[in-house]
């Protein structure tokens, strides 16, 4: 970047590493210097929760707030009835009304924890783009928006150019995402003098359209600033572990999993994710992020405790870096392991091999085997996996290796929880209720 912005949140995203691409970056850093800028983030609403790998347009809501600018959250309650074909390989799910409602309310538990809300100058409003797209008339929309969008110039952006080169189906209503987002970016200027539009580096081309849009009808200014996609130092995005998902809701994903995942990133990452994803000044996190050997495991712990702290609260953090230290230092139980609850019915009835199974005083016996444990646990996905891990001899329960997955279980061995480990870095509890 060969300018350097003076503007505080400009400077701010340029030093922490969230600028890839501004339409003009010298014009909007004026534009924050000179007063309030609105800005926004879309959000669709494809999931319950959202992942790790949303908190970067998160963080960027965050430091608009942080430094004297108002964000605007915005809830795709409308355009994810369409879908984004944006990096995408294939047609997304189509998702009824219902679906897509009940996770705007699992989604809106997270912005409040980065995000003031309220009706002050600076306070975002939550906004949901199906008050207006909901309301469009299709023949007056395509006369009123869709003049200024040409069939040439959708078909050169990156979106819908490398589906079509892949050959893959791109459905006409996903080809219509790009009018729809666009049409947001101008109904956010009209209604609330929004005048910036962030998101990621897929986004670029509907974001660009969008502030094109607006010069185009209202002669109005409008800048778009992207993100870089941000992977791990294996590759790998952001958002995704061997596990699935990193989630943000709690019911999703419990604070001390989520926790964990920070404590366990690679050593170059620290630094770096610092930066992004915490409020700690720069420095401080270049310092931290510099460290070596073991001094490396005191800034991890830093990063988890600072990143779980803004989601679930410093509480939260305290208690997971406890049950860790419990867990690896004194190899204790810890009470903050995410827990398993198993019933009677979890478990098979037999009877003894010399007895009569049709009589019913035949005593029968209650069993449950080890590898089904760590399935209900979510140590390991399948049975073939749980084969893998136990051969290993990565398989514990109460800190003992256990290699035969047929080992069994009485309900009267859940006289306390036992503790399973999936090799030295995950674990769980499981109690009979």
């Given at each position: 970047m060969t300018y350097h912005p003076k503007s505080e949140f400009l400077h701010e995203l340029s030093t922490r590493g969230f600028i890839a691409d501004c339409t003009n970056l010298q014009e909007l850093d004026e534009k924050l210097i000179s007063g309030v800028v609105t800005g926004y983030i879309g959000f669709d609403l494809t999931a319950t929760s959202l992942h790790i790998g949303n908190l970067v347009q998160i963080m960027l809501l965050r430091w608009l707030q942080k430094t004297g600018h108002r964000p605007i959250t915005l809830m795709g309650g409308g355009t994810t009835k369409v879908g984004d074909p944006s990096g995408k390989d294939e047609m997304r799910?189509?998702?009824?009304?219902?679906?897509?409602?009940?996770?705007?309310?699992?989604?809106?538990?997270?912005?409040?924890r980065y995000i003031s809300y309220g009706d002050g100058p600076l306070d975002s409003p939550l906004v949901n783009n199906a008050e207006w797209?909901?309301?469009?008339?299709?023949?007056?929309?395509?006369?009123?928006?869709?003049?200024?969008?040409?069939?040439?110039?959708?078909?050169a952006f990156e979106s819908v150019k490398s589906r079509l080169d892949r050959e893959q189906p791109l459905s006409f209503i996903e080809f219509n995402y790009m009018l729809l987002q666009s049409y947001d970016f101008l109904e956010l200027n009209r209604r609330f003098g929004c005048s910036l539009q962030m998101g990621g580096s897929d986004q670029w081309g509907n974001i660009?359209?969008?502030?094109?849009?607006?010069?185009?009808?209202?002669?109005?200014?409008?800048?778009?600033?992207?993100?870089?996609?941000?992977?791990?130092?294996?590759?790998?995005?952001?958002?995704?572990?061997?596990?699935?998902?990193?989630?943000?809701?709690?019911?999703?994903?419990?604070?001390?999993?989520?926790?964990?995942?920070?404590?366990?990133?690679?050593?170059?990452?620290?630094?770096?994710?610092?930066?992004?994803?915490?409020?700690?000044?720069?420095?401080e996190c270049d310092r931290l992020g510099a460290l070596a050997g073991s001094e490396i495991n005191a800034a991890k712990i830093r990063l988890a405790n600072e990143v779980t702290t803004l989601l679930h609260g410093a509480e939260a953090a305290q208690a997971a870096e406890a049950t860790a230290r419990d867990v690896f230092?004194?190899?204790?139980?810890?009470?903050?392991?995410?827990?398993?609850?198993?019933?009677?019915?979890?478990?098979?009835?037999?009877?003894?091999?010399?007895?009569?199974?049709?009589?019913?005083?035949?005593?029968r016996t209650r069993r449950i085997a080890a590898h089904s444990l760590f399935l209900r646990a979510g140590l390991v996905k399948s049975g073939k996996e749980a084969k893998r891990l136990f051969a290993e001899q990565g398989a514990r329960i109460n800190d003992t290796v256990i290699t035969d997955i047929t080992t069994q279980f009485e309900p009267n061995d859940f006289a306390e929880p036992l503790k399973l480990s999936a090799g030295k870095k995950r674990h769980a509890l499981v109690q009979l209720s």
């Open positions: 799910k189509i998702l009824t009304v219902a679906q897509i409602n009940e996770n705007a309310g699992g989604i809106r538990k997270v912005f409040s797209l909901d309301q469009l008339k299709y023949i007056d929309f395509l006369r009123d928006i869709g003049q200024h969008f040409t069939i040439n110039r959708l078909l660009v359209s969008g502030a094109d849009l607006i010069r185009r009808v209202d002669q109005a200014d409008a800048y778009g600033l992207t993100t870089p996609l941000v992977t791990r130092a294996d590759g790998k995005k952001m958002g995704k572990s061997a596990e699935g998902a990193v989630w943000l809701n709690e019911d999703m994903m419990s604070p001390y999993d989520f926790w964990q995942w920070w404590r366990n990133v690679a050593d170059p990452d620290v630094g770096r994710f610092l930066k992004l994803f915490t409020d700690l000044p720069v420095a230092e004194k190899g204790g139980i810890g009470e903050d392991l995410p827990t398993v609850t198993l019933s009677l019915n979890d478990f098979s009835e037999e009877t003894p091999l010399d007895s009569d199974p049709s009589d019913p005083n035949t005593p």
